[in-house]
């Protein structure tokens, strides 16, 4: 038993390590070959690095992570070592990969346009490979998620647009030019749904099903609700073969979300029984949502005027 969760939790560390470096160095091509050399802050410490970089000559990698670093301590302080550990090891690796892959990576110079589109897909794909493992490049990301945690009304994803759009916005004074932040813009976007489509899929309603079998099912749903953010069931069941009552606890998560749900799990309890299934399709807040036609949809009024 022992040994096959020291061999489960090396395995999941290999994995992380890989998907951390490989997102790290696509990270870095979108950094170094398109976004950079072309003026395009695209939001966060990313795009405040490259202005640095361009007024100062400073290494952008080392700008991010410097930066970062109050912020991994403020997140320590906040939530935890456990909150922070990926983000930091992901946000180390990265920095270190923009700096120096950028010493041999050419750097490209044409179509503003071709820049801003493929710096958006290969820094989609390398935050989606990090993302993935749970783990972030930390910046607005870290920023919105502490300030949300300590202040619960506040949405992650609009307080991230926020900042974002103050770096764009700022890219205009730093270059002095009015197209760089349009490009930002449509690097941002192509990020966004790089990411999406890397870590769900083309679909947001797909993801997977878990059931959990625990004595201690309170403290396990209550772990998840806080740190994954997910809503949890809880049913009503009998062992079968003991006749004991007790719980059994329903998730919906995506993907991504699963090795997060197991950590928190075995934390809490080594024993646990889980069981995890495809969910070909998910519909409700934090997935899919479906629209609802009113009587004054286009839809309706097509099939009325049929």
Same mark, same amino acid.
């Given at each position: 038993? $022992?040994?096959?969760?020291?061999?489960?939790?090396?395995?999941?560390?290999?994995?992380?390590?890989?998907?951390?470096?490989?997102?790290?160095?696509?990270?870095? @091509?979108?950094?170094?070959?398109?976004?950079?050399?072309?003026?395009?802050?695209?939001?966060?410490?990313?795009?405040? /690095?490259?202005?640095?970089?361009?007024?100062?000559?400073?290494?952008?990698?080392?700008?991010?992570?410097?930066?970062?670093?109050?912020?991994?301590?403020?997140?320590?302080?906040?939530?935890?070592?456990?909150?922070?550990?990926?983000?930091?090891?992901?946000?180390?690796?990265?920095?270190?990969?923009?700096?120096?892959?950028?010493?041999?990576?050419?750097?490209?110079?044409?179509?503003?346009?071709?820049?801003?589109?493929?710096?958006?897909?290969?820094?989609?794909?390398?935050?989606?490979?990090?993302?993935?493992?749970?783990?972030?490049?930390?910046?607005?990301?870290?920023?919105?998620?502490?300030?949300?945690?300590?202040?619960?009304? $506040?949405?992650?994803?609009?307080?991230?647009?926020?900042?974002?759009?103050?770096?764009?916005?700022?890219?205009?004074? @730093?270059?002095?030019?009015?197209?760089?932040?349009?490009?930002? $813009?449509?690097?941002?976007?192509?990020?966004?749904?790089?990411?999406?489509?890397?870590?769900?899929?083309?679909?947001?309603?797909?993801?997977?099903?878990?059931?959990?079998?625990?004595?201690?099912?309170?403290?396990?749903?209550?772990?998840?609700?806080?740190? @994954?953010?997910?809503? @949890?069931?809880?049913?009503?069941?009998?062992?079968?073969?003991?006749?004991?009552?007790?719980? $059994?606890?329903?998730?919906?998560?995506?993907?991504?979300?699963?090795?997060?749900?197991?950590?928190?799990?075995?934390?809490?309890?080594?024993?646990?029984?889980?069981?995890?299934?495809?969910?070909?399709?998910?519909?409700?807040? /934090?997935?899919?949502?479906?629209?609802?036609?009113?009587?004054?949809?286009?839809?309706?009024?097509?099939?009325?005027?049929?």
């Amino acid at each position: 038993m $022992v040994c096959r969760k020291r061999s489960r939790r090396i395995k999941a560390l290999v994995l992380d390590g890989g998907f951390f470096v490989a997102g790290g160095v696509l990270f870095a @091509v979108s950094v170094n070959v398109f976004t950079a050399p072309n003026n395009i802050a695209p939001g966060g410490l990313t795009g405040v /690095g490259t202005m640095l970089h361009y007024l100062f000559g400073t290494p952008i990698g080392t700008t991010m992570l410097l930066i970062n670093i109050p912020l991994f301590i403020w997140g320590f302080l906040a939530r935890g070592s456990k909150f922070i550990v990926r983000t930091a090891v992901a946000t180390v690796i990265s920095s270190i990969a923009i700096d120096t892959l950028a010493l041999w990576l050419p750097a490209y110079r044409g179509d503003m346009m071709l820049a801003a589109l493929f710096g958006g897909v290969f820094s989609g794909l390398g935050l989606g490979l990090i993302f993935m493992r749970g783990g972030t490049t930390g910046g607005t990301d870290l920023i919105a998620t502490l300030i949300a945690w300590r202040f619960r009304h $506040v949405s992650i994803g609009k307080l991230v647009l926020a900042i974002d759009m103050l770096v764009v916005l700022a890219s205009a004074l @730093v270059y002095r030019n009015y197209e760089s932040p349009l490009y930002a $813009v449509v690097t941002i976007f192509t990020t966004s749904k790089v990411i999406d489509a890397t870590m769900y899929g083309t679909d947001s309603g797909i993801g997977k099903m878990m059931f959990i079998i625990s004595p201690k099912t309170k403290e396990i749903a209550q772990q998840i609700m806080e740190d @994954v953010e997910r809503g @949890v069931t809880q049913l009503k069941a009998r062992g079968g073969y003991s006749g004991v009552e007790g719980e $059994v606890l329903l998730c919906a998560v995506r993907r991504q979300e699963v090795h997060r749900v197991h950590d928190i799990v075995y934390s809490v309890d080594p024993g646990a029984f889980i069981i995890v299934g495809e969910a070909g399709e998910i519909t409700g807040e /934090g997935f899919r949502i479906r629209k609802q036609e009113g009587k004054g949809s286009p839809r309706r009024r097509q099939a009325k005027n049929a």
